[in-house]
Each structure stands twice: as C-alpha cells, then as structure tokens.
C-alpha cells in the first residue's frame, strides 16, 4: 500500500487539491496546505519511489521562488489597470457612454441592448474589470431597460454577458496572468485576443438582431418622449466624414516626413479637430451641430483617447504594459478631474479596492508556487503532460479535453484560480503537441470567460443580483410599480449567451489566424529553401582565392600558411617508382599504444 501511494504521489495530491477547493477552504490556503502536506509525506516516501525527488534542503530554494513572484514586473500591470477601471467607474464614464449610446441606438428595436454591447466593449478597453462593468451597467441600464418594457431575461442576459467582455478585450487583467503563467508576452497576448474579443463582440450584437425578429415585443424601440437628445444622425455622419476628409490631408502632409506613423497621427489630428470644433459649439451656443452630434463626440472621444494611450502604446512598442497600464491610471484620473469628480472618496475606493484585488492575486501565487514545487519534485508536470498527449485524436483531441475540462472546472473555480492552478500544467503539454502558446492562451481566455456566466456560481450573475431590485418598486420617472428581477431570470437570460461563448471557442478553434495574425506577415522566406555555402581556403579549389603575396592567405602576417593548394605539394613529395628522393621519409606514428615517455 505504501508503494502504491508512492508511486501514484502526483495523481494523489492532485485529487486532495480537488477535494480542499469543493470543501470550501480559500484557493490560496488550500494550495500552501496541500503543498506543505505532500511536501512532507513525499520527503518520508522518497526512498521508495524513483519518481520522488524531494528531500528537505529543497524549501531553501523557497524564499527565491516568492522573491520572483514578488519582483515580476508583468504583474505589476493588474493593479494599475484595477486602479484605471475603478476611478473611471466612479468618474462616471459609463453613464455617461450608456445614456448617450443608448439615446443614440433608442429608435430601432433592441436600440438599447445594442447601447449595453457597446458600451460594455468600449469599458472592457478601458477597464478591464468585470465587476466594475456589470456593477456599472447593472445600476444604470437596467432599470431603463425594464421602464421600456424589455424582458427581464434578455436584459439580464445582455448585461452580465457585456460585462464579460472585460475578460477576452484588452487590456484584461487573466491575459496578463495566462501571459505570464505561459511564459509569452503580454502585447503579444493583447494582439492576438482583440480580433476574438470583436467577433464576439459582434455575435452578442447578432442574437440581439435575431431576437428582434423572434420575439419582436421583447425588445421594444425608445418612444419619442424618452429621446431626450432628439434626432441628428445626419449631423453627426457629416461631422464625422468632415474629420475622416481633415484626417486624411494631415496623413497626405505628413506622409514625407513622418513615414509609417503619419496615418495615426494624421488619424489623431483629425480626432482633436472635430473634438475642439463639437466642445466649442456646445459651449458657444454656436448649434452647428445637432445636441446628439455634439454629445455623442464630446462623450466618446475621451475614452477612445484612453484606449489608444494604453492599447496603442503597446502595440506601437512605444510602452510595456506595465507602463501602459501607468499612463492609464494617469489618464483615469485626468478625465475624473475634468468632470470635476476626482474625490478623496473616489481616490480611496479606487485605492482599497486595487490593494484588495492585488492582494488576493499575491495570495494565489504564493500558494501555487508552494503547490507546484511538490508537485514538481514528484514529477507530477510529466504525470499530467502523458496524460494530456496520449490523448487520442493529437492536437484535436487535446483542445476538445482541455476545453470540456476548463469548461467544467469554470462551474467551481474563478478565472484567477484556473489561471494559477490548471494552465501551468497544461502549457507543458501544449507546448509539446507543436502548439502556439499566444493562440493557446486566447482560447482558454475565451473558454474561462464562461466562468462569470455559468448558473449558479457565475460571479457576473452575482454581481447583477447585487444591484437589481430584490422587491417590487415605484419607477422614479413614470411612477408605475415595477415587479423585481428574479435570480431565475437572471440564470435563464444567462444561457443563450454561455452558448455564443462555446461557439466563440469554436471558432477560435476553427480559424486560428484570428488570434495567430499577432505574428505579422513575416519575411515571406520558407526556411527549406534557405542553402548556406561555406568557402574554402585554397587559391586554386574555388574558395576565397586570396591574391598570394606569401603571407598565408594572401595577408601580410596572417596565418602564415604556405601558398598554393597544401595537396599539390603533398604530390610533388610523392617518390617515384624504382627510385629514392633525397629527402628521406619519416615512418609513420605508431597510435596503437600510449607514448612513452622514458
């Protein structure tokens, strides 16, 4: 029996890691715990397993491990960028973009839903925090959407799943950790989900549209009297052409001096112009432009500056995400204190609610790097990579077991925990199977996004339960009873958009150049018709045939080699037949024993 648990120790603490987590105790805990405890049984059993590798001496290297987690500069980026997401949050941004957008979608059917899917994008870009965004939108949209008269499922669904968004759209805070947990860059991880973060972006959009057709009351139009920014859809189309037209000469202007950079900056020119020219209208009283002109400019222009000062940055390989992730949290603040809402209780709240989340992420890594070197001293990674490689069907059959297990363990674990616990020990199989890490990484990023949203321990679900009403209440423009939103309701609205998320993995599966175009065009070489000659050194064989000037390679001084091809002269010295040469001929060394030395 000790044999067998010595033999099977990986396996083992594998499943007590299993049973700690469904008991209930802390990730964090249960990871140090099960580590020290099979740390232990593993030193006492290591004389009867080959496979065990772990002998007390081995803690010394401990204190190094947390040192490097502690020193890792990539995950230095997830505070700053909590810090960005919540002072926006509070800034009222998302008010802000939902009141706006939604006034601006209000006159076709689902004008509002199709608001929260785009407002849940553009504070994805700029937050990256899940519970800021559903909180967010939770407060603000839904209570409008219920005053309209949109079905409490739907509307439900379409929030927590906007929410979501924040998870697979740079910059989100679990590709930062599955780029560090993987050994890839982060910008490369960046580049390679926004592609999949938009389809999916768009296939929310889609099911909008398609319900519209299915169920036509369930998503009605704004009436006119909720239009409150009016019409003006042409103004803002010919706002909008007027600075694509001055974007454009600026690119034309600075083309021959700035080169590849002038399209952005001609891009950035004609952003500000049309920016100033709607600020100054408002302000004047000038009306060149309708209200919804000006408001929906002067609205979205600051964010979409923010998402370019981080996301651009990096792209551009101007700033690490760590530094972006900085510029960021200075630009969160620039835009709260140009409202005039940059508060000491703003700055506080942001300031607890980053150290909390920092925190709670150092906590896990502690843990999982006490776990792992157990794990690793019983050989557990070669455990878990045989098992993952055998799998039938190669790499096809690895993605489809991989996503069903991510899939299923999302039911129980945060995106943080699956990220720490389970994708070390998949990227060594991964990476052995020939596939690409970033495109690896992206696709469980996509797949642990579904944890927010599975019924019934889905954090987003969680979150919206928090701020829709628990009791029937007077609606405070109309004054009508409104009925509460259920948590049923809340789950079943949930589940057409958990199934767009499988079809996304899908997708990703199908067609990797989504997520693989982050390796650019390349040089266009195949490597296979690459021939490499290297020259020889004889004057006469086709080599380097140096000019001879007597000095070796024909260079005064240099290897002082003798002139001429050395076999030429190796004939010349050859005797003739019958007769002698005057020089007499040393016999050959004998190899076959030692030399002597008396």
């Known amino acids: 029996m000790i044999e067998f648990i010595a033999e099977n120790l990986a396996p083992i603490m594998f499943v007590s890691l299993i049973v700690f987590l469904l008991l209930g105790y802390p990730v964090a805990f249960s990871l140090a715990a099960n580590g020290l405890l099979f740390f232990i049984i593993g030193v006492e059993l290591a004389p009867l397993s080959d496979s065990i590798n772990l002998s007390w001496p081995l803690l010394n290297a401990m204190p190094e491990r947390l040192w490097g987690v502690m020193s890792n500069d990539t995950l230095l980026a997830i505070p700053f960028f ?39 994008a553009l504070l994805a870009a700029t937050t990256g925090v899940v519970a800021a965004s559903v909180i967010a939108m939770g407060l603000i949209s839904l209570p409008i959407m219920l005053r309209y008269g949109y079905d409490r499922r739907v509307a439900s669904g379409v929030i927590a799943a906007s929410g979501t968004l924040a998870q697979i759209i740079p910059p989100s805070l679990v590709l930062i950790v599955l780029a560090d947990q993987l050994g890839r860059s982060v910008g490369d991880m ?18 909008i549209l398609l319900m519209t057709f299915v169920r036509r009351d369930s998503m009605p139009a704004l009436p006119l009297e909720a239009r409150s920014l009016g019409s003006g859809v042409t103004s803002l189309a010919i706002a909008l052409a007027v ?63 923010l998402i370019f000062l981080v996301l ?15 510029m960021g949290a200075v630009g969160a603040l620039i835009m709260a204190a140009a409202k005039g809402r940059l508060t000491m209780d703003v700055i506080r709240s942001a300031l607890t609610a980053t150290t909390r989340l920092s925190a709670f992420v150092l906590f896990i890594l502690i843990g999982a790097r006490v776990f792992s070197l157990t794990f690793y001293g019983v050989n557990g990674h070669l455990w878990v990579e045989h098992l993952l490689v055998s799998l039938p069907g190669g790499e096809t059959g690895f993605l489809i077991a991989v996503n069903l297990l991510v ?54 679900l969680f979150y919206l339960r928090s701020v829709a009403a ?129």
């Not at 037209?245 to 001609?266: F, K, M, Q, R």
């Not at 990096?314 to 900085?326: S, V």
């Not at 266009?524 to 020889?536: F, L, Q, R, S």
């Not at 380097?544 to 260079?555: F, K, Y």
């Open 407 to 460: 899939f299923f363990l999302a039911f129980f674990l945060d995106f943080f925990e699956l990220a720490f616990i389970i994708v070390p020990l998949l990227a060594p199989a991964a990476d052995k199977l020939g596939i690409d890490l970033i495109w690896f990484g992206v696709l469980l990023g996509i797949n642990m996004q579904t944890s927010f949203m599975h019924p019934p321990f889905g954090f987003a």
């Open 243 to 305: 600075a694509a037209g001055i974007a454009y000469a600026a690119h034309v202007y600075l083309s021959p001096t700035h080169g590849e950079n002038a399209d952005i900056l001609g891009a950035t020119v004609g952003v500000i112009f049309i920016y100033v020219v709607a600020l100054a209208d408002k302000t004047m009283n000038i009306n060149m432009m309708s209200r919804l002109a000006q408001q929906v400019i002067i609205v979205l222009i600051p964010p979409l500056a």
């Open 82 to 120: 909590t810090f960005m997401g919540i002072v926006l949050e509070r800034s009222g941004m998302a008010e802000d973009l939902l009141d706006t957008i939604g006034q601006l979608f209000g006159p076709i059917r689902g004008g509002l839903a199709y608001a929260v899917i785009f407002v849940g």
């Open 470 to 598: 628990k009791v029937p209440y007077l609606d405070k423009l109309t004054g009508k009873r409104m009925e509460p939103v259920t948590t049923g309701q809340i789950y079943w609205g949930a589940v057409p958009f958990v199934c767009i998320q499988i079809v996304m993995v899908g997708l990703t599966i199908l067609f990797p150049g989504m997520v693989m175009h982050y390796k650019g065009e390349g040089s266009g070489v195949d490597p296979a018709t690459i021939k490499i000659e290297v020259p020889g050194f004889g004057t006469n064989g086709g080599g380097l045939t140096l000019p001879d000037n007597g000095g070796g390679l024909g260079l005064p001084g240099g290897l002082q080699l003798p002139a001429g091809n050395p076999l030429d002269g190796a004939a010349e010295q050859k005797p003739a037949e019958g007769g002698q040469q005057g020089t007499e001929q040393k016999p050959a060394t004998d190899l076959s024993s030692p030399p002597s030395f008396n």
């Open 190 to 207: 960046y580049a390679g989900a926004l592609i999949p973060g938009l389809v999916l972006t768009g296939l929310y959009m889609g099911y």
């Open 312 to 326: 651009g940055t990096i792209f551009l390989g101007i700033a690490t995400p760590t530094e972006g992730g900085a």
